[in-house]
């Protein structure tokens, strides 16, 4: 059947006076005296893996269908990304424990020689969790294998992660407008968060429908490869997220024959940890 459809399951502080501070003393900022460069080093042999979970067909007893125009999808972001030089693996309808094993396998490689990476996922989805073909597991859980206290050849490097998958099940109707506008880390033993260097692109906003059309792929990854490829050699990261904002919320619209699913409205989510700036090419 063609037309959109959605991706979801289914459808239904410290003491002051321990340093002898008091108020009269003037306040010092938290901020260290050298200047860092602003911008992802890419001084490296390879500027990365991407891996790709591609999940269409779903175990019977799961009751979720399957995701038709998602191989569209795989094999854009495939094309893409193998363009800017990254060295891209796809696994298709991989189970919860597969992807495990695939990203956790990822994570313990040697990544001192590239740097970035990227993992794009395609499922079913719910807040805060990814559909394997057999049952569900919490993003987190994939998203935390690559911490910098668990993936040290990777620390200080952008870790991106590309989100096709629902967040809930509430429909967007959208609403009407006047505007017709349609050496990467520093000597030394500097301490960063585990949780710095990713960025979430979520397809959808938390507790929200993402759509898919079945013979174009997803609304997202569509735009995301459109304005990768116009601008991926030429705008930083956020700028070209930006821009697939701007697609998405302004080029699209449902289109379904399911009560209460027709002219629908989408509005990507991008969710940054970034500490830097970060282009695709030198």
């Not at 919490?138 to 998958?165: E, H, N, Y």
């Not at 000597?187 to 429908?209: H, K, M, N, Q, W």
């Not at 940890?273 to 090419?281: D, I, V």
Request: glycine share 6%; net charge negative; with cysteine.
């Amino acid at each position: 059947m063609n037309g959109d459809c959605v991706d979801a399951k289914r459808v239904d502080t410290t003491d002051a006076s321990k340093d002898g501070a008091s108020a009269s003393q003037p306040m010092q900022v938290d901020a260290k005296p050298q200047s860092h460069a602003f911008r992802y080093s890419l001084n490296y042999p390879n500027i990365g893996h991407c891996i790709i979970i591609n999940n269409k067909n779903f175990d019977r007893r799961t009751g979720m269908n399957p995701r038709n125009g998602t191989d569209v999808d795989a094999g854009n972001v495939m094309n893409v990304f193998r363009k800017l030089g990254y060295i891209v693996k796809v696994y298709n309808d991989q189970t919860v424990a597969q992807i495990m094993q695939v990203l956790t396998t990822v994570a313990h490689d040697d990544h001192s020689r590239c740097a970035s990476l990227v993992c794009v996922l395609l499922s079913h989805g719910d807040e805060g969790v990814f559909f394997g073909t057999d049952t569900s597991v919490d993003l987190k859980s994939l998203t935390s294998l690559f911490r910098g206290d668990r993936c040290p050849s990777l620390v200080g490097k952008p870790k991106l992660f590309f989100i096709q998958a629902c967040r809930g099940t509430e429909l967007d109707p959208g609403v009407e407008t006047d505007h017709t506008d349609h050496p990467d880390i520093p000597d030394g033993r500097e301490r960063i968060p585990v949780e710095a260097d990713f960025l979430y692109a979520y397809s959808t906003v938390p507790g929200y429908y993402s759509w898919r059309n079945t013979m174009t792929g997803s609304w997202f990854i569509q735009s995301l490869c459109e304005m990768m490829t116009k601008y991926g050699s030429e705008l930083e990261l956020l700028q070209i997220m930006t821009r697939v904002n701007h697609k998405v919320a302004l080029d699209f619209e449902s289109t379904s024959n399911m009560p209460g699913f027709d002219a629908k409205k989408q509005i990507p989510c991008i969710v940054s940890m970034l500490t830097k700036e970060m282009y695709f090419t030198p």
